[in-house]
C-alpha cells in the first residue's frame, strides 16, 4: 500500500507584506489588517457556498489593486467591492478558473527530487514511533522477546513497502539473534534496522525471482512497463486538444481584430475570447512541465529495470547451486537489489502524483466551454497561416548562425508581443524560424515579418505596453514570465530547491585564431621498422656480419681513381665422418696329448683348426 503526500507550496508565493502599502500605519498592525480582510472575504464567499483559499483570495485582491481602471484610492476605506467578492463568485470567469488553476498547481506540483525526498521523511516520520520502541525496548522474558521480534517484522516490511505488515511470519533473523541485538547503542541499534531492511528486502526480492519465495511483492516493472506510457499518451492528447483550443481562439481573435467588432457574428465578446486563450494556454503550460517529468520518469523507469536485471543476474550466478556463500560476497548485492527496488517505488509515486495533478488541471479548462467545437468550426472558415520570412535588422538569431538555437530564452515563453500589444491582449505565438531579435541582452520571437519590423522601430515602448497591459489581466504576470517587472511574485522555476530552469543567454561573437605552418621540424626515419619479424631478421644478420672479414685490392688501372670495395663470405668449413664396425674372429687352439694315463708313447696332436678353414 503507497501513500503519497503533497509537500508544501514553494513557487507560487503570494506574500502578505506587498500589501502593506495599502495602509499608512505600522507594519504590525498593517499586516493584521490585510489579513482580516482576507479572512473576511473568505468567510464571505463561504456563506455563499464557495471554499477559496487564502493564496487565491490574496492574489484576486492584488489584481484588483493593480488594475488600474478601478481607480483604487489608498486614502480611503475598503469595501467589499474592493475586494472583488464578485469576481472570486464568478464560476464562468476564465480569469477566475485561470487562476485557480495557477493556485491548483503550484499548492500540488512538486519538482521530481524534493517529491522523492518528501517521501522518504514521510516514510521515516512514519515508522519513528515503531523505532523508538525497538530501540528503546528491554525485553528479558521470552514473550517480550518475541513481541519486539514481531515489532521488528513489521519495522522492515513497513520501511521496505515488501508485503503485508501484518504478516509476522516473514523471516527477518533468527530470534536467538535478539540477543546480540539488545546490548547495542540506540544509534548502533537504528543503523543495524537500516542495515537489515537493506538485506532482507533484498533477499526477499532474490527469492521472488527466483520463484522460492516473496510473496505479497507485487510485480512493480511490469506495473510501470503498462502504466508509464499510457500516463505519457494521455498527457499528451490532454496537450494536443489544449493547443489546437488555443490555435483555434488566437485565429479567431486575430479575424475579430482585423474586422469591426461590430459586424462579427462572434457569439462571445472578445475579452471573455482573450480570457478563454490565456486559460488554454496556461493549460498548455502546465501539461508541458507534466509531461517533460513523465518522459524524465520512464528513461529513470528503463535505467533502473536495466540495473535490476544485471543485479539479479550477478546474484544467480554468486549463488548458483551453492549451499553456503560468504555474507561478504552476496550481502553487497541485496543492498543495491533493494536501493534500486526503492527506486522503482519512488517512480511510481511520483507518477501518480503527476497524473493526478493533471486530471486535477483538466476541470480548470474552462475555455473548452466558452464555444462549442461546431461553432469555432463555422467562425473560423477561410482564415489563412502566417507565412514564414527573413528579414536583417539590428542584431537577429537565426537557426542556421546560432549554436544551441532552440535553447534561447525567449522572452513572454515565445509569444508575440506586438501582437499582443496592437490586438489588445492577443496571445499568438511568435515563429522563431524567421529570425529572433537582441534587444538588450533578452531575445524576441515574432508572428510575422511586419509584426518584427514594428516592434523593432520602437521596442522600448512595446516592452513597456506588454508590462501594462499584464497589470490589467493579473494572470499574465505567471503566464508571460513577467517576475521581473512584479518582483512581490516569485517564479516557479525559481522555486525548486535553488535550481532555476531558465537557460543562459546563448551569444554570438567572432573569432579567429593563427598558428605556425609547421611548429616543429620533421623528422622522419626511414630505417624503422614497425614489423617484429623484421627487425629480428635484421639483428640476426648483424649477429652474422660479427664473423666476417672484409678485404680489399687495388690494381694499378684503379690507382688514384675511386676505392672499390668488396666483400665476401669465406667458405664455410665442412667436414664428414664415417663409422663401419669390423670384426674378426680366430680358430680356438686345441692341442691333445697321447698316453698321459700310462702310456709308454707321448704324443701331442694339434687340433687348432686352420684360419681359412
Not at 482585423?258 to 498548455?284: G, I, M, S
Request: aromatic residues 6%; hydrophobic residues 35%.
Amino acid at each position: 500500500m503507497t501513500t503519497t503526500t503533497t509537500p508544501p507550496s514553494r513557487r507560487l508565493q503570494v506574500k502578505i507584506p506587498w500589501m502593506l502599502w495599502l495602509c499608512k500605519m505600522p507594519h504590525t498592525q498593517a499586516e493584521g489588517v490585510i489579513r482580516n480582510i482576507i479572512r473576511e472575504i473568505a468567510q464571505t464567499c463561504s456563506s455563499r457556498g464557495q471554499t477559496l483559499c487564502e493564496t487565491l483570495i490574496a492574489f484576486m485582491v492584488k489584481a484588483v489593486v493593480l488594475d488600474p481602471t478601478n481607480h483604487f484610492n489608498v486614502d480611503r476605506t475598503l469595501t467589499k467591492q474592493d475586494l472583488c467578492v464578485d469576481r472570486l463568485m464568478d464560476q464562468t470567469s476564465p480569469t477566475l478558473n485561470t487562476i485557480k488553476m495557477q493556485v491548483y498547481f503550484d499548492m500540488n506540483y512538486t519538482s521530481r527530487r524534493e517529491f522523492l525526498e518528501v517521501q522518504q521523511r514521510v516514510l521515516q516520520s512514519r515508522l519513528l514511533s515503531l523505532s523508538r520502541e525497538i530501540t528503546d525496548s528491554r525485553a528479558k522474558t521470552r514473550d517480550d522477546l518475541k513481541n519486539l521480534y514481531g515489532k521488528i517484522v513489521s519495522y522492515v516490511i513497513q520501511r521496505s513497502n515488501l508485503g503485508s505488515a501484518t504478516d509476522i511470519n516473514t523471516s527477518v533473523f533468527p530470534q536467538s539473534q535478539l540477543a546480540t541485538f539488545m546490548p547495542l547503542l540506540k544509534q548502533d541499534k537504528e543503523q543495524q534496522l537500516s542495515e537489515l531492511t537493506l538485506i532482507v528486502s533484498g533477499i526477499r526480492l532474490f527469492n521472488k525471482d527466483s520463484r522460492k519465495g516473496g510473496e505479497g511483492i507485487q510485480n512493480l516493472p511490469a506495473v510501470l512497463n503498462e502504466t508509464v506510457p499510457a500516463a505519457a499518451a494521455d498527457i499528451e492528447n490532454q496537450l494536443a486538444g489544449s493547443q489546437r483550443l488555443a490555435w483555434q481562439y488566437t485565429a479567431l481573435l486575430e479575424k475579430i481584430c482585423e474586422q469591426d467588432a461590430e459586424h462579427t457574428e462572434c457569439p462571445v465578446h472578445p475579452d471573455l475570447l482573450k480570457q478563454a486563450l490565456y486559460n488554454a494556454r496556461q493549460h498548455e503550460a502546465f501539461l508541458r512541465f507534466i509531461l517533460a517529468d513523465v518522459i524524465q520518469s520512464a528513461k529513470e523507469v528503463t535505467r533502473i529495470q536495466s540495473d535490476l536485471k544485471t543485479r539479479l543476474t550477478l546474484l544467480k550466478d554468486t549463488v548458483h547451486t551453492k549451499t553456503t556463500v560468504p555474507t561478504s560476497q552476496v550481502f553487497p548485492h541485496f543492498t543495491a537489489l533493494a536501493s534500486l527496488w526503492a527506486g522503482l517505488e519512488g517512480e511510481m509515486l511520483l507518477l501518480s502524483m503527476l497524473t493526478n495533478v493533471a486530471s486535477g488541471l483538466r476541470a480548470f479548462l474552462s475555455a473548452q466551454s466558452l464555444l462549442s467545437p461546431d461553432q469555432l468550426e463555422l467562425l473560423l472558415l477561410g482564415l489563412q497561416r502566417i507565412v514564414e520570412s527573413e528579414m536583417s535588422s539590428c542584431e537577429w538569431c537565426f537557426p542556421e548562425s546560432t549554436a544551441h538555437f532552440e535553447d534561447v530564452p525567449l522572452q513572454y515563453k515565445g509569444f508575440c508581443g506586438f501582437t499582443l500589444v496592437k490586438k489588445n491582449g492577443l496571445l499568438l505565438p511568435g515563429n522563431p524560424n524567421i529570425g529572433v531579435l537582441k534587444h538588450k541582452e533578452k531575445y524576441y520571437t515574432f508572428s510575422c515579418k511586419s509584426a518584427a519590423y514594428e516592434f523593432t522601430s520602437k521596442a522600448d515602448e512595446f516592452v513597456s505596453a506588454v508590462v501594462e497591459m499584464a497589470k490589467r489581466w493579473p494572470e499574465l504576470i505567471q503566464l508571460l514570465q513577467l517576475h521581473q517587472e512584479f518582483a512581490s511574485v516569485t517564479p516557479y522555476s525559481e522555486m525548486q530547491s535553488g535550481q532555476k530552469l531558465l537557460v543562459k543567454t546563448i551569444s554570438k561573437s567572432d573569432a579567429s585564431m593563427q598558428t605556425e605552418i609547421h611548429p616543429l621540424e620533421t623528422n622522419i626515419v626511414k630505417s624503422y621498422e614497425w614489423n617484429e619479424w623484421e627487425l629480428r631478421r635484421k639483428a640476426i644478420k648483424l649477429a652474422n656480419l660479427r664473423n666476417k672479414v672484409t678485404r680489399s685490392m687495388q690494381t694499378d688501372l684503379s690507382h688514384m681513381r675511386r676505392h672499390n670495395s668488396t666483400q665476401t663470405f669465406l667458405p664455410k668449413d665442412a667436414g664428414s665422418q664415417t663409422k663401419r664396425d669390423g670384426e674378426s674372429n680366430v680358430p680356438k687352439p686345441q692341442v691333445y696329448l697321447s698316453g698321459l694315463r700310462g702310456g709308454t708313447n707321448t704324443m701331442k696332436v694339434d687340433l687348432t683348426r686352420a684360419v681359412d678353414e
